[in-house]
């Protein structure tokens, strides 16, 4: 796969979430947190794309630097609350012009979907790239927690512009979907197989997420399968996690 100059991963994690506090070092599979086992799969998949960890000043994210150090990856802190502050400073820093945007807490990021992403760099030009449902909306909004977003610096650069509100600086992305005349989009389609299994909730923020996502994902390591086709078939076929998944969304509505 050809890498265009300029094109990084940055991926967003914190210790201090409000739902669930720590749940970047939490053991998740052996010893691993999630962070660490997202890192490791971005780094084998895509060994020549730069990958920056942007992170917080605050001293319980410490460790997320001690983490990023040992696997090698670039650590950028910032502002907690102005996370788009955060991720323009970092891009800023390491000449990132075009981003993949991933949050830390879904482990089961398809890797796949952030390969198509790249790619759409290649021959495209535009604002904000990311994978869509059917009802037309962008999947950073559902709770599936498979898919990366793509976007620019100079993208980010004029939401900062243009808006000063705390949502926007909080949730980096949502101003330029919720503003399509200001800003060049582009949107794949999820597969249908994949909408198909109603209530899929895999991305982590309580505890009650943590612990199915978890069995979830050592389910996945004994059978040896860790591609979401196999997931999403294993997720079909089981009606107590389907039921777990269903109680978290309506409890956590996006």
């Known amino acids: 796969m050809n890498i265009k100059a300029g094109l990084g991963i940055i991926i967003q994690a914190r210790q201090g979430a409000h739902r669930l506090p720590g749940k ?19 780094c084998c998949r895509f060994p020549n794309v730069p990958v920056v960890v942007a992170t917080t000043t605050n001293h319980q994210d ?10 090698k990856v670039i650590c950028f802190r910032g ?3 102005n996370v788009l502050d955060r991720f323009i400073q970092s891009a800023t820093l390491h000449r990132l012009d075009n981003i993949i945007r991933i949050c830390a807490d879904n482990p089961f990021i398809d890797l796949d979907g952030v390969a198509s992403l790249m790619a759409l760099f290649e021959n495209n030009k535009f604002d904000y790239g990311a994978f869509q449902t059917s009802d037309g909306r962008p999947t950073i909004l559902s709770h599936y927690g498979f898919w990366a977003e793509a976007t620019t610096l100079e993208a980010l650069r004029k939401v900062a512009q243009h808006t000063q509100e705390p949502f926007y600086l909080e949730h980096v992305t949502n101003y330029m979907y919720q503003n399509p005349q200001e800003f060049e989009l582009y949107f794949l389609k999820i ?13 982590v923020d309580t505890l009650e997420d943590f612990y199915l996502a978890q069995t979830i994902f050592r389910t996945q390591k004994e059978l040896g399968h860790t591609d979401l086709k196999t997931l999403i078939s294993l997720i079909s076929e089981n ?10 969304i309506e409890q956590n509505i996006k």
Not at 191 to 203: D, H, M
């Open 191 to 203: 597969p249908s197989e994949i909408e198909a299994v109603k209530n899929i909730r895999l991305t």
């Open 24 to 42: 970047m070092l939490k053991p998740f599979y052996g010893e691993k947190g999630i962070l660490e086992l997202i890192l490791e799969k971005i």
């Open 79 to 81: 502002s907690e609350t």
């Open 239 to 248: 009606k107590m996690w389907q039921g777990l998944m269903m109680k978290q």
């Open 62 to 71: 410490d460790v997320i630097l001690e983490i990023c150090n040992s696997h």
